[in-house]
């Protein structure tokens, strides 16, 4: 059987002739080099596109855009995506600001997710940009949700093949303790920068079912589809839906399914959200962090 090593070392052989692709982990991810993302052409970016099918999330280091250029990048995987309760930046309402400040106990994005889950169309990619990093700390973790779902057994996959996860993304009387963190009061209190962005998604639709086991669309691949959003079973009582998805996002978290991302400043990682789930880690109190993010629109869930 090939290794992720062997398969590489073809790839290069075959087809990478402008990019280098390196693995990180065993599970997923690779650091790609050799490339200047502000000048790339469709050749550079039909090997990028392959390697991030096939490694789930890439990173660069070293890359120097301005936000015309993060944007004009972006568009190469898709429409942009705006997120339904956050704003934009004022300049550019494409790109998502996220700030943690010195003084800020909250992290964005501090639970394992996948971007827009409560959306009927999630988001496809997602593109996170260092502008700001602490010396130690703030990384980035993503598990391999085609791992996750390969590894469970014959009938627990029976089990769960047909069955639809119900998803919430805000819903504004739910109290601060909501436990499922959903965009409710007090969500982003403890990161004031973040909490200042929040909008009424106004008619928009902010909850949405999804298949618990969905086929991506472009690798034809199964993967488990989970996240903090996912909080019910689709036609089960509370009682029996929570245990499920207790095991399955306990599983889904395994160390052998993650890769870990320690950012530099100029350091970028482009995540497929259909396929992968992501945390960031919130270790580096009275530290700045300051990213830029750009996600790329995507289609219904099958
Ligand atoms: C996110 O969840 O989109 C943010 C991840 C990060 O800041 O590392």
Known sequence: MATAQGVEAQRVEAGNRRIKVKAIAGSCGAEISGVDLRHIDDETFAEIYDAWLEHLVVFFRDQTLTP???????????????????????????ILEIIKEEGDTR????????DQMFNPKPAKATILY??????????TMFANMYQAYDTL???????????????VGSRKKLSETDKHGSVSEGRYKGNEKMAAKV??????????AHPLVRTHPETKRRA?????????LHGFKDA?????????KTHAIHPEFICRFRWEVGSMAIWDNRCTMHRALNDY??????????????????
């Not at 109190?285 to 099958?302: E, L, N, V």
């Open 240 to 248: 029996e839906a929570r245990p499920v998805l207790d095991y399955l």
């Open 153 to 167: 057994s014959e009938p627990m996959k029976a089990m769960i093949g047909g069955v639809k996860t119900w998803n």
């Open 224 to 232: 488990l589809y989970l996240g903090n959003h996912a909080i019910g």
């Open 130 to 139: 260092a502008k700001e990093t602490p010396d130690a700390g703030g990384d």
């Open 68 to 94: 015309e250029e993060q944007i004009t990048f972006a568009k190469r995987f898709g429409e942009i995506h705006h997120h339904p309760f956050i704003k934009g930046m004022e300049d550019y309402p494409d």
């Open 285 to 302: 109190p009275g530290k700045r962090r300051r990213m830029h993010r750009i996600t790329i629109a995507g289609d219904t869930p099958f």
């Open 199 to 208: 909008r009424d998604p106004g008619e928009l639709v902010t909850e949405a």
């Open 107 to 114: 992290a964005f994005g501090e639970t394992w997710h996948t």
